[in-house]
């Protein structure tokens, strides 16, 4: 189960709402970086994303999607064919145990259908919560929690947005960001965090002089 939100006052929702706002009208086009057709191939692609970057992934998946397009096909792979398939996504070899795994518990448990709840998808090998989100949002419209990975992170705590100040916090990052941004929100909202992350709110270097965001940030001392 998702972890119930602290509470959050008003002041603090409402400052949400209006950087919400902002980031809504700076990257209106945000979305999922990561190419799929179906709630699996988003699956999938989300676990090979972990320690590799979405471009990488998406090189290696059309090849690995072409050859195993459904559970049930990825369930009888080899496995030395898949270390083939998705080598250049760095840590090869447990990814495609995790993918024949998961795979085969999909068919077996499943009924070849990837869960629509956290706790379900969180017992496929490979799948933590940020890939259970990542798949729930995306995939099936569902914000049953919010993604926060290390961009996500280091925007929370430099925008106070969260009582934390170990931007890797990810478990007690997520309730505060739930407790302030409204649900229906929270897909998109990593989406826009994580655009803003990687063009402006860089971890080394960030852009603050010029950064549209400036006049909410207390890092320029004004909130």
């Not at 989300?46 to 590799?52: M, V």
């Not at 050859?67 to 009888?76: D, K, Q, V």
């Not at 259908?113 to 496929?124: E, G, K, N, Y």
Request: hydrophobic share 40%.
């Amino acid at each position: 189960m998702s972890p119930p939100p602290p509470a959050a006052t008003p002041p603090e929702r409402a400052r949400a709402r209006r950087l919400y706002a902002k980031l809504e009208s700076l990257y209106p086009d945000a979305h999922c970086a990561l190419h799929y057709d179906t709630p699996f191939q988003l699956l999938i692609a989300t676990i090979l994303s972990a320690q590799c970057t979405d471009e990488a992934v998406n090189k290696a998946t059309p090849a690995l999607f072409a050859a195993y397009p459904t559970p049930a096909a990825m369930a009888a792979a080899d496995v030395a064919d898949l270390e083939r398939l998705v080598k250049t996504c760095g840590f090869y070899r447990t990814k495609a145990k995790n993918l024949l795994a998961t795979a085969t518990l999909l068919v077996e448990a499943f009924n070849g259908q990837v869960p629509q709840s956290i706790d379900q998808i969180i017992r496929l090998p490979g799948a933590a919560r940020k890939t259970a989100n990542v798949v729930l949002g995306n995939a099936y419209g569902i914000n049953e929690g919010m993604v926060v990975d290390t961009h996500i992170g280091r925007l929370a705590v430099r925008l106070g947005l969260t009582t934390q100040t170990d931007t890797k916090n990810a478990k007690k990052i997520e309730p505060d960001l739930m407790a302030r941004f409204p649900r229906d929100t929270w897909t998109q909202l990593a989406h826009l965090f994580i655009a803003h992350g990687r063009a402006v709110c860089k971890a080394q270097r960030p852009k603050c002089d010029t950064c549209p965001l400036k006049r909410s940030c207390p890092r320029n001392g004004v909130d």
